[in-house]
């Protein structure tokens, strides 16, 4: 950890910091809608912390206060997280950390310090990023659950401030970068499409699922068909030496 | 509303997330990946943060979101593309969906 300031430069540390502003904001909304809904503080507290996955612990909230059972809410919040297996696989050995660390280091996982992570060029700064991601989230996402129950009715219509347009807008800046090649833009592309052709039929978090089948797109076409434009940066298809 | 029920569920989640997140590293420790194979697993987590993205921005439990939040998304998205400072695309999509409800735009 003491290396962090020294291995991430400072356009890094910075976005991180902006990121995990944002998951602020996100999470106060959270607190503040699971307040409004009936709940008692130490639910949004607890929930923030244990599973620190937001997306999940919106649709826990929504389907328990619209009356659902508790044991349904949490089944359809793991099918909203099951996208953490991929990016466990995903994440090169060595990030999450080793030993008790690695208890941590994997509880910290999410959509926000994964993406960090894979934009490194290098194991010490994937490392450094995801870390640091991870840990940030970790401090602000609960801090913003807190705050959020604490003022609850204050920011009562999140959606009179547009917060609900913040967590869309954070993970498409981070994968802009990759969305530059064209054979990875267009494979999202089309995991969009399925995705957004999914969601009337499938339950909440299904149709994120099956944008992987995308993929095919990548594995069929052989590469260098497709060379990038002037100016653009293949980052997604840059080689990593593998560990 | 039940608090040991609610406890329960929470915890089942909270379990059920963590097993998730484990299970995807032991794999990944266990089978040693191609470099081909690791770029591939690479685009596999930028296409589902990409279906993250539409989703989260243009549906609201199984219909659409309306037309402030994906607007406030597509805004954003532009300016990341023209490489604009991070904060600068997150408070765009913010405001441009909290203007387009203010104005009466859902």
Redesign the interface.
């Known amino acids: 950890m003491r290396s962090i300031w020294r291995t991430l430069d400072r356009g890094v540390l910075t976005d991180i910091a902006l990121t995990c502003l944002a998951v602020f904001f996100i999470g106060l909304s959270y607190g503040a809608i699971a307040v409004a809904s009936g709940f008692p503080l130490w639910v949004p507290a607890a929930q923030s912390m244990l599973v620190l996955a937001g997306a999940s612990e919106f649709l826990f909230v929504g389907i328990v206060a619209a009356g659902g059972s508790p044991f349904a809410a949490a089944l359809a919040g793991m099918l909203v997280n099951a996208r953490h297996l991929p990016y466990g696989l995903a994440l090169p050995p060595g990030v999450t950390g080793r030993g008790g660390r690695r208890l941590l280091g994997t509880h910290v996982m999410n959509d926000e310090s994964v993406v960090f992570g894979l934009a490194q060029p290098d194991l010490p700064r994937q490392r450094a990023a995801y870390w640091t991601c991870g840990l940030g989230v970790l401090i602000c996402w609960p801090g913003g659950a807190v705050l959020g129950a604490l003022i609850g009715s204050a920011v009562h219509d999140t959606g009179a401030f547009g917060l609900d347009a913040m967590f869309p807008a954070v993970i498409l800046a981070l994968i802009v970068k990759d969305l530059r090649d064209a054979r990875t833009r267009r494979a999202a592309l089309a995991g969009a499409a399925i995705a957004l052709a999914a969601t009337p039929f499938l339950p909440a978090g299904l149709p994120v699922l099956l944008a992987l089948a995308a993929v095919l797109l990548l594995i069929r076409q052989p590469a260098g068909t497709d060379r990038p434009g002037p100016g653009e940066q293949p980052t997604a298809a840059r080689v990593r030496t593998a560990p | ?2 608090s040991t ?2 406890i ?7 379990v ?3 097993a ?10 266990k089978i040693n ?3 081909r194979a ?22 609201e ?3 659409f979101s309306g037309f ?2 994906p607007a ?2 597509l805004v ?2 532009l300016l ?2 023209r490489k604009a400072p ?2 600068a ?2 408070l ?8 387009l ?2 104005v009466g735009v859902s």
């Not at chain 2, 765009?92 to 203007?99: F, G, I, P, R, S």
């Open positions: 509303m039940n029920l609610v329960a569920g929470m915890g089942t989640l909270a059920g997330t963590y998730f997140r484990v299970s995807g590293q032991l794999l990944r420790a990946f191609p470099p690791t770029r591939l697993l690479e685009a596999a987590a930028v296409i589902l943060l990409a279906a993250l993205v539409a989703t989260t921005a243009l549906t439990g199984h219909a402030a939040r406030g998304v954003a998205g990341a593309w991070f904060l695309v997150v765009a999509a913010a405001a441009v969906t909290a203007l409800r203010l």
